[in-house]
């Protein structure tokens, strides 16, 4: 006897074939729960996995509750151009943007760039990837995978030099589709970006580095960037922190470039960094300023010894010469002077007049002593004039005494001593009294015309060569300046001189460096 089938059979496999005719018209399987009443005679466990839900082998479903996950994945793609952005031909695509600052590894003054590591989040909207809001189901959560399927902001970086993506241990993105077709994409990156630098006030100074978004290909007709989360779109991880470097905060900037291929959407995120000056102190400053006070040791030893205070004076300016060389060698070659530099070359001055001031000293005391040597032979020489004019006239004297002047003995004794000598004319011009005119002369008369010889010593003894004088006080000096007095001078000059250019220094520099860029979000403020 024949039994009619039953209702419930039929509708399973009507079901059943429309499944096999969706399979060959899409590109993967889709998977329907099917739930069969209480009065079919089949149970769960003898459906077979295409009834359930499930793959082959007994597989679970990928369903939530009576939905199909994958079937929904897969409907997607039923049109779908990833080619083709939303609303192409009409209103542009506005993305927003987001940005967590993981960590700032380095901050380089030779390359003139910055790294740091973050999670980049866009946002924007596609109408095709929508589905229908279930209870408990509003969103896909769905892996890196499925981001190769969909159209995705040709986003990219301004001033990137270089950036890779972060895979381990898989790739470090992921993609949230909501019903209402709204996208985030969250991936982690690490970049490195350019960041030109003012080192005027090099080590007081402050940087701003920046990070500009923009699309590579659509411009403003087709993309629109933003700000998503408003002034809370950019923020940084207090555990933020670098050697030299602290970060001050930052600000957001949107901005329309204008290229030749058309007008570009543009975001931009400034970050400020002020320099620690604690390892320059300890490293340069602090050095530089003790050679330039041991150079002034040299003013307290004695100008006699020479080898002490010549090489004290060149080990200071090689020390110093050193010094520059390897702060230098640390930073990019600018034509422009850092307020270091300044700091450096005084230090510099400061050693190298040190060692002048020696030399000043020794040339000031070479020449005291040749004009002294100069003036001792000049009156040595004036020593010997004097005897032989004293030995002269007392001949004279004898001879006038013991007999009558006669036509042979001379009349006078002429002595002639050269004043121009300039050694002679800083002191006391005349070195014998009534001089006068380029030479003096003095006249000694053998003999008076008409009168007695018993006048001739009364005469002689108006007329000898008086003492010579002595200048000793003015010879010790030259242009009213002793050797020792120089010595007594720097001793005051150099330290005081030193100590007002510091002040002037850090008073100028530590007020002009502190700049504070206007509408900043300053670090942890948020």
Same mark, same amino acid.
């Given at each position: 006897?024949?039994?009619?089938?039953?209702?419930?059979?039929?509708?399973?496999?009507?079901?059943?074939?429309?499944?096999?005719?969706?399979?060959?018209?899409?590109?993967?399987?889709?998977?329907?729960?099917?739930?069969?009443?209480?009065?079919?005679?089949?149970?769960?466990?003898?459906?077979?996995?295409?009834?359930?839900?499930?793959?082959?082998?007994?597989?679970?479903?990928?369903?939530?509750?009576?939905?199909?996950? *994958?079937?929904?994945?897969?409907?997607?793609?039923?049109?779908?151009?990833?080619?083709?952005?939303?609303?192409?031909?009409?209103?542009?695509?506005?993305?927003?943007?987001?940005?967590?600052?993981?960590?700032?590894?380095?901050?380089?003054?030779?390359?003139?760039?910055?790294?740091?590591?973050?999670?980049?989040?866009?946002?924007?909207?596609?109408?095709?990837?929508?589905?229908?809001?279930?209870?408990?189901?509003?969103?896909?959560?769905?892996?890196?995978?499925?981001?190769?399927?969909? =159209?995705?902001?040709?986003?990219?970086?301004?001033?990137?030099?270089?950036?890779?993506?972060?895979?381990?241990?898989?790739?470090?993105?992921?993609?949230?589709?909501?019903?209402?077709?709204?996208?985030?994409?969250?991936?982690?990156?690490?970049?490195?970006?350019?960041?030109?630098?003012? +080192?005027?006030?090099?080590?007081?100074?402050?940087?701003?580095?920046?990070?500009?978004?923009?699309?590579?290909?659509?411009?403003? *007709?087709?993309?629109?960037?933003? =700000?998503?989360?408003?002034?809370? *779109?950019?923020?940084?991880?207090?555990?933020?922190?670098?050697?030299?470097?602290?970060?001050?905060?930052?600000?957001?900037?949107?901005?329309?470039?204008?290229?030749?291929?058309?007008?570009?959407?543009?975001?931009?995120?400034?970050?400020?960094?002020?320099?620690?000056?604690?390892?320059?102190?300890?490293?340069?400053?602090?050095?530089?300023?003790?050679?330039?006070?041991?150079? =002034?040791?040299?003013?307290?030893?004695?100008?006699?010894?020479?080898?002490?205070?010549?090489?004290?004076?060149?080990?200071?300016? +090689?020390?110093?010469?050193? +010094?520059?060389?390897?702060?230098?060698?640390?930073?990019?070659?600018?034509?422009?002077?850092?307020?270091?530099?300044?700091?450096?070359?005084?230090?510099?001055?400061?050693?190298?007049?040190?060692?002048?001031?020696?030399?000043?000293?020794?040339?000031?005391?070479?020449?005291?002593?040749?004009?002294?040597?100069?003036?001792?032979?000049?009156?040595?020489?004036?020593?010997?004039?004097?005897?032989?004019?004293?030995?002269?006239?007392?001949?004279?004297?004898?001879?006038?005494?013991?007999?009558?002047?006669?036509?042979?003995?001379?009349?006078?004794?002429?002595?002639?001593?050269?004043?121009?000598?300039?050694?002679?004319?800083?002191?006391?011009?005349?070195?014998?009294?009534?001089?006068?005119?380029? *030479?003096?002369?003095?006249?000694?008369?053998?003999?008076?015309?008409?009168?007695?010889?018993?006048?001739?010593?009364?005469?002689?003894?108006?007329?000898?060569?008086?003492?010579?004088?002595?200048?000793?006080?003015?010879?010790?000096?030259?242009?009213?300046?002793?050797?020792?007095?120089?010595?007594?001078?720097?001793?005051?000059?150099?330290?005081?001189?030193?100590?007002?250019?510091?002040?002037?220094?850090?008073?100028?520099?530590?007020?002009?460096?502190?700049?504070?860029?206007?509408?900043?979000?300053?670090?942890?403020?948020?």
């Amino acid at each position: 006897m024949m039994v009619s089938p039953r209702i419930e059979d039929t509708f399973v496999k009507v079901i059943f074939g429309w499944g096999i005719l969706a399979a060959m018209f899409t590109s993967g399987p889709v998977k329907v729960n099917v739930f069969v009443g209480a009065n079919s005679k089949t149970n769960s466990t003898s459906n077979p996995w295409w009834l359930s839900g499930g793959t082959s082998n007994n597989e679970p479903a990928a369903g939530f509750g009576d939905v199909n996950i *994958s079937a929904i994945l897969n409907s997607f793609q039923m049109g779908y151009d990833k080619r083709v952005r939303p609303n192409y031909g009409g209103q542009a695509v506005t993305v927003g943007v987001t940005m967590f600052v993981l960590s700032i590894s380095e901050l380089s003054e030779v390359g003139m760039d910055f790294t740091l590591d973050m999670y980049f989040r866009q946002f924007w909207q596609d109408p095709r990837l929508s589905f229908e809001r279930r209870p408990g189901l509003d969103k896909l959560v769905v892996g890196a995978e499925y981001i190769k399927l969909i =159209w995705v902001p040709d986003t990219f970086f301004v001033n990137e030099k270089t950036a890779y993506f972060h895979d381990a241990t898989t790739d470090n993105q992921f993609v949230r589709i909501f019903h209402t077709g709204d996208i985030l994409r969250s991936i982690r990156l690490t970049i490195t970006a350019s960041c030109p630098m003012d +080192l005027q006030y090099f080590p007081m100074d402050s940087q701003l580095c920046y990070i500009e978004i923009e699309s590579f290909g659509y411009t403003m *007709s087709d993309i629109r960037y933003k =700000w998503n989360d408003g002034l809370n *779109s950019v923020q940084v991880s207090g555990d933020v922190s670098l050697p030299q470097f602290k970060v001050l905060g930052h600000r957001q900037k949107t901005i329309e470039a204008s290229l030749s291929t058309g007008n570009y959407s543009r975001l931009a995120c400034e970050i400020q960094f002020v320099r620690s000056m604690g390892y320059y102190l300890i490293q340069i400053y602090i050095p530089s300023s003790l050679i330039v006070v041991i150079s =002034w040791v040299s003013f307290w030893l004695n100008r006699g010894a020479t080898p002490a205070r010549v090489g004290l004076g060149v080990t200071t300016v +090689l020390t110093m010469t050193t +010094l520059i060389s390897s702060t230098n060698s640390a930073l990019p070659k600018i034509s422009y002077v850092k307020s270091i530099d300044v700091y450096l070359a005084a230090c510099f001055f400061m050693v190298f007049a040190s060692l002048l001031e020696y030399a000043s000293v020794g040339y000031m005391a070479k020449r005291i002593q040749m004009r002294k040597n100069r003036f001792l032979a000049i009156q040595k020489m004036a020593e010997q004039k004097k005897n032989e004019a004293l030995h002269a006239s007392n001949a004279n004297i004898n001879d006038a005494t013991n007999l009558d002047l006669g036509p042979g003995l001379p009349k006078q004794t002429e002595i002639r001593i050269n004043m121009h000598d300039p050694l002679l004319r800083r002191g006391h011009t005349n070195l014998m009294r009534g001089g006068q005119g380029g *030479s003096t002369s003095r006249l000694i008369p053998g003999a008076l015309h008409g009168g007695p010889a018993s006048r001739a010593p009364e005469e002689l003894l108006l007329h000898q060569p008086p003492p010579l004088l002595h200048c000793k006080k003015n010879l010790q000096k030259m242009g009213g300046i002793s050797p020792s007095d120089i010595d007594k001078y720097s001793r005051i000059l150099f330290p005081v001189s030193f100590i007002c250019f510091n002040l002037m220094y850090w008073i100028i520099y530590l007020n002009i460096s502190e700049d504070v860029v206007p509408d900043l979000v300053l670090l942890g403020s948020n």
